[in-house]
């Protein structure tokens, strides 16, 4: 469970620098104090009363320094000058050592943050994105890291100093009438004790709200993803209606709850205080009325009291926007504390040159059972050897286990019982980042970034030159439409590729896959979802493809894979048939049956 302990820890990389500007705000804060001490005493030098003995003392020192006569005038020349010294010499210094110090402190922390928020979206494992949509672990991020952000030069800018000036304030008191000093600090505990049990109430309700607004973001996130779903199903009205509902609970819970309770908390605070004000001042007239203080000591008294009890309310504000910042601070932490998967990948710069790895290609499962729930197997003892520049695909029902198989493959989880081997070694013990480096999938749906085309095809190989991106592109036929876009490589595809049709997009992902010059080529349901030419240009590009290093076939269409040299039947998470086309024709299995309904045109059953 994340604490404050956590969301102070954000800032323990600049604790030194912290210290020294905190410090050094609260000294400022302090030195405020000077001023209307110091006008106390010109005070009791106008009134011919007495000054405190260390002014008496500068006073002296000065005049036989300077061999001037001690009186009036000499007194009032150390006073000013004093002022002087705490007011006009220091003004051009406190905003480069207080404000210059709390935001670099907090725009450093937000640059290194941000730095390990990339490398713990990269390095999570894939079920927590199973789990959370984009626009959930995005809200939480940027909520997380701005009020960070705004935090820190609040807290320690305005509050700690805040709070080292009433403390300055308490011993000035002290020193003038104790029984005063001791009446105002149990004034500020009992008001602070109050202030801070009343918020912890309104934190926890803060963070009950952050949960639904992170909701209704996720929920709005997936309108923009799914936005052509939404207009073909014409629920426009429907998706607006239920966010009207979620924005309408979350304003009168904002509202009616939290925010009607923070008013509550100010208005109880702010009539303490003037209450306070009021027996500070009666107090200070009757100590001044028995002679027990001088007029300037009354004056002084008066005037840092109500300085101190007008700090109470921009820190109980200060404490206010803590609170509401509180729970999303905390969400983030969650998100940082979450623990990387078994599958992350090293993110050291060494592992993108010199990759040592070089596969022949050989694959080998053995014994393979996993599943993602324990008691539910989609892998069941799974025996197969693929050798080296094989093509082997993969056919089944929707379930049979195929697209695992690959995940397995790739490492994204690790198999519950038995293994995979490459050229003979446990891929469990090889580097995860070079032994994926030497393989390349391309996806039913290829994700496109939003850059150009090179940009697109030299992804995973940005070192590559442009005579083997052309080569590539030959191969995967991209050269058959890159003409006809406006600018051919610099053409900028636009968000998740749509500038580009379905068949344009594939055969940018084979193209892709082929520059990072892979031992190991996966094909993951590639034409399932093109038109029939599209389709024929995929298989056409494949077809270059076979033979010239190992490649794994994922299709439902088995048009795709009659050239494949061994075919891999998977039902129930178990290898039921393995042969050729013709001859799993001949056997009359499941493979004979899943063809007969593909020439007919009848579906899956």
């Not at 943050?113 to 927590?128: E, G, N, Y």
Request: net charge positive.
């Amino acid at each position: 469970m994340t604490s404050l302990r956590n969301i102070f820890g954000y800032y323990r990389k600049y604790r030194a620098i912290a210290l020294f500007s905190i410090a050094a705000s609260s000294l400022f804060e302090i030195i405020d104090l000077v001023v209307p001490y110091v006008i106390g005493q010109i005070l009791n030098v106008l009134s011919n009363q007495a000054v405190d003995k260390p002014i008496q003392l500068i006073t002296t020192q000065i005049a036989n320094f300077a061999n001037l006569e001690e009186g009036k005038f000499l007194s009032l020349g150390v006073l000013l000058g004093l002022i002087f010294l705490v007011t006009v010499v220091r003004s051009p210094i406190q905003p480069w050592i207080g404000a210059w110090f709390h935001w670099e402190i907090a725009l450093r922390a937000r640059r290194d943050h941000l730095r390990k928020v990339i490398a713990k979206i990269l390095t999570l494992p894939l079920s927590f994105y199973d789990e959370h949509n984009p626009g959930r672990i995005a809200g939480r991020i940027a909520r997380g890291i701005e009020n960070h952000t705004w935090t820190y030069p609040e807290i320690a800018g305005q509050l700690l100093p805040k709070l080292a000036r009433i403390l300055g304030i308490f011993v000035i008191i002290w020193l003038i009438e104790r029984w005063i000093a001791v009446a105002f600090l149990f004034s500020f505990i009992f008001i602070l004790a109050f202030s801070l049990k009343n918020l912890q109430t309104l934190v926890r309700q803060e963070e009950v709200i952050d949960r639904h607004i992170e909701n209704t973001e996720s929920r709005t996130s997936e309108i923009i993803t799914n936005i052509k779903t939404v207009k073909a199903f014409s629920t426009e009205a429907q998706e607006l209606a239920r966010q009207r509902q979620r924005f309408e609970r979350e304003y009168k819970v904002i509202t009616f709850r939290i925010h009607k309770g923070y008013v509550m908390l100010a208005t109880w605070e702010r009539t303490m205080i003037q209450t306070c004000v009021f027996l500070i001042l009666s107090f200070t007239l009757i100590a001044a009325v028995r002679g027990d203080i001088s007029l300037g000591h009354f004056i002084t008294t008066l005037t840092i009291s109500s300085m101190a009890y007008a700090e109470l309310e921009p820190i109980a504000q200060l404490a206010e926007v803590f609170a509401r910042r509180y729970a999303s601070m905390q969400r983030f932490h969650e998100f940082m504390d979450i623990p990387k998967g078994k599958d992350a990948a090293s993110l050291a710069p060494e592992h993108l040159a010199n990759n040592p790895y070089k596969f022949t290609g050989k694959l080998e499962f053995q014994q393979l059972t996993f599943g993602y729930d324990a008691n539910r197997p989609i892998l069941q003892d799974i025996n197969l050897l693929v050798k080296p520049n094989q093509t082997v695909a993969l056919v089944g029902r929707s379930g049979s286990g195929k697209s695992t198989l690959v995940k397995l493959l790739f490492r994204y989880f690790e198999p519950d019982r038995g293994k995979i081997l490459v050229d003979g070694e446990d891929i469990s013990t090889l580097d995860t980042t070079r032994y994926r480096r030497r393989l390349a999938i391309v996806h039913q749906d290829v994700d496109i970034f939003n850059g150009t085309v090179l940009d697109n095809l030299t992804y995973g190989n940005p070192q590559v030159s442009l005579a083997k991106v052309k080569e590539a592109c030959d191969i995967a036929r991209v050269e058959e439409f890159i003409h006809e876009l406006p600018e051919r490589y610099k053409t900028i595809v636009g968000e998740r590729g749509v500038r580009l049709s379905g068949g344009q997009r594939q055969r940018l992902g084979i193209a892709r896959a082929l520059i990072v010059n892979p031992d190991i080529l996966v094909f993951d349901e590639a034409t399932s979802s093109l038109d029939y030419e599209s389709e024929r240009s995929i298989q056409l590009a494949m077809r270059s493809i076979l033979g010239t290093r190992t490649t794994l076939i994922i299709a439902h269409r088995l048009s795709t894979i009659r050239e494949a040299d061994q075919i891999v039947v998977l039902d129930g998470g178990r290898i039921v048939e393995v042969g050729n086309h013709q001859e799993l024709l001949n056997h009359g299995g499941i493979y004979h049956r899943l063809h007969s309904l593909q020439e007919t045109g009848e579906l899956f059953s």
